[in-house]
């Protein structure tokens, strides 16, 4: 045999286990997974000596906001960030300037991320113009999945958020079915509008612009009640609903008691969830500002303890680039500034962190970034694995040494804003990136190219309901 690239001397993750494997690539996928030593002849080989080679993160809840603010990043940009932190896939929200709510603006959207776009990437799509039409024809366009929010558009960005908000119940049910028409799954970002709205107006009432008044505005039964009324409304919608970045032990509780009950749906939640508390955001002031809000201790053990027990199946960054200028303006009136923040380099090395401590296995760090994404919106098992015939997106990962993160080696645009991580030091390190069979990250520099990573579509037939 004479492949393309061989991977040799490392460690792979595969599904039954960690295994003493050489990783054959040709054409971009993966044509044999060999015995260590076996006589295969390769223009490429790479020494993965000392490391883990796993398959590529896949990132299910991100925003490069392409085209609406190149000065906060752009699907170049933070595609880069996504290679250097060995994120080969990345699933693009809807929120753009316009939002990505027809075919005609998903089509622009396709196109701009094939031209620019250094790792693979899905395009989600919003539904709430509540038209058959032009969601039948951003799923013929190839949309992972739909995206609908429950609250209102942020003041100001009406342009961005039309076809995403459905705060009103008639018409978030009236989303929710027509979404299920599609098979495709559709993801939630689960605040109770009304709630929201109400705890708010209170404290601007009582004067607070302070940054704990963002938390206190949206206390966890903001959160809960909305996924309650998800589950009730879905009893008749059968929309395969995915719950976005759950944030919360009272959240968590509620989701549990509906799928204890035989209700379909998955969560997911993010790293800032589970290393970060509402202390931090005292500590970085507006640049920790995150829509759900970082919590308490307790919800963080409590998030901890959904992914022990399975409850959740992803952990994703919701990584959102925003400017300097935007955060600081908060210094003074927290209520000033767009929630979001970066994290996509962090998201390999804060889950292999934690399993190269001892919280879980190499095997299940892996189903979290990666395996289970890929099966719950149709990629797998061409994404999310290593095997003979899967997509060779991988990453090779030294478990020797370690990684202290400084504003210097990042590649997002909003690395200036990466406070929450800043200074932060873990076990490990991203040796080398491919996608698609070819290196776009190695020794941390950059060498892909703009344009290498494809766009990816689900397979509706091949989605999974269960993961685990």
């Known amino acids: 045999m004479r492949v393309q690239t061989l991977i040799t001397n490392g460690q792979v993750a595969t599904e039954t286990g960690i295994e003493a494997l050489d990783v054959a690539i040709d054409g971009g996928r993966i044509v044999a997974l060999a015995a260590r030593g076996t006589a295969i002849e390769a223009s490429e080989v790479i020494d993965a000596a000392g490391a883990f080679v796993i398959p590529g993160a896949i990132d299910i809840h991100f925003h490069c906001r392409a085209p609406a603010y190149p000065d906060r990043g752009d699907f170049a940009?933070?595609?880069?960030?996504?290679?250097?932190?060995?994120?080969?896939?990345?699933?693009?929200?809807?929120?753009?300037?316009?939002?990505?709510?027809?075919?005609?603006?998903?089509?622009?959207?396709?196109?701009?991320?094939?031209?620019?776009?250094?790792?693979?990437?899905?395009?989600?799509?919003?539904?709430?113009?509540?038209d058959r039409r032009e969601?039948?024809?951003?799923?013929?366009?190839?949309?992972?999945g739909f995206k609908i929010f429950m609250t209102g558009a942020p003041a100001g960005r009406n342009d961005e958020f039309e076809g995403l908000c459905l705060p009103h119940v008639p018409e978030l049910y009236q989303g929710m079915k027509l979404v299920a028409e599609t098979g495709l799954v559709c993801s939630v970002h689960a605040e109770n509008?009304?709630?929201?709205?109400?705890?708010?107006?209170?404290?601007?009432?009582a004067n607070r612009n302070d940054v704990a008044s963002h938390g206190e505005s949206r206390p966890p039964h903001v959160e809960a009640l909305a996924v309650a009324t998800l589950f009730s409304l879905n009893k008749t919608a059968n929309v395969r609903l995915h719950i976005a970045h759950l944030s919360s032990s009272e959240t968590l509780e509620i989701f549990r008691q509906f799928k204890a009950a035989g209700a379909p749906g998955t969560a997911e939640t993010c790293p800032h969830y589970l290393l970060f508390t509402e202390t931090d955001m005292e500590r970085v002031g507006p640049y920790a500002k995150i829509n759900p809000p970082l919590r308490k201790q307790g919800d963080v053990d409590a998030l901890w303890g959904g992914i022990a027990d399975n409850t959740l199946i992803a952990v994703t960054t919701d990584h959102s680039p925003f400017t300097v200028e935007e955060k600081e303006r908060a210094r003074t009136d927290i209520w000033r500034t767009p929630p979001g923040s970066p994290g996509v380099e962090e998201l390999v090395l804060g889950m292999m962190d934690s399993a190269l401590k001892g919280r879980f296995s190499i095997q299940k760090a892996v189903k979290l970034i990666s395996t289970n994404g890929a099966k719950r919106f149709g990629l797998y098992p061409?994404?999310?694995?290593?095997?003979?015939?899967?997509?060779?997106?991988?990453?090779?990962?030294?478990?020797?040494?370690?990684?202290?993160?400084?504003p210097d080696m990042l590649f997002s645009k909003a690395k200036a804003c990466d406070k929450l991580y800043e200074g932060m030091t873990f076990q490990g390190r991203i040796r080398r990136t491919l996608v698609n069979g070819r290196t776009v990250f190695v020794e941390g520099?950059?060498?892909?190219?703009?344009?290498?990573?494809?766009?990816?579509?689900?397979?509706?037939?091949?989605?999974?309901?269960?993961?685990?």
């Open 382 to 406: 061409h994404k999310g694995v290593i095997a003979v015939n899967a997509d060779a997106d991988l990453v090779i990962y030294d478990p020797n040494v370690t990684t202290t993160i400084h």
């Open 77 to 130: 940009t933070e595609t880069q960030a996504a290679a250097a932190g060995g994120v080969t896939t990345i699933f693009e929200m809807p929120i753009s300037k316009p939002c990505c709510a027809t075919g005609e603006i998903f089509r622009a959207r396709k196109a701009l991320g094939e031209a620019n776009a250094y790792v693979n990437f899905g395009l989600y799509g919003a539904p709430g113009l509540l």
């Open 445 to 468: 520099q950059l060498v892909g190219e703009r344009g290498w990573g494809k766009f990816v579509r689900p397979d509706a037939s091949r989605i999974y309901d269960e993961v685990w």
């Open 135 to 144: 969601i039948r024809e951003m799923v013929d366009e190839g949309a992972i």
């Open 193 to 205: 509008d009304q709630l929201l709205e109400w705890h708010s107006a209170q404290l601007r009432a």
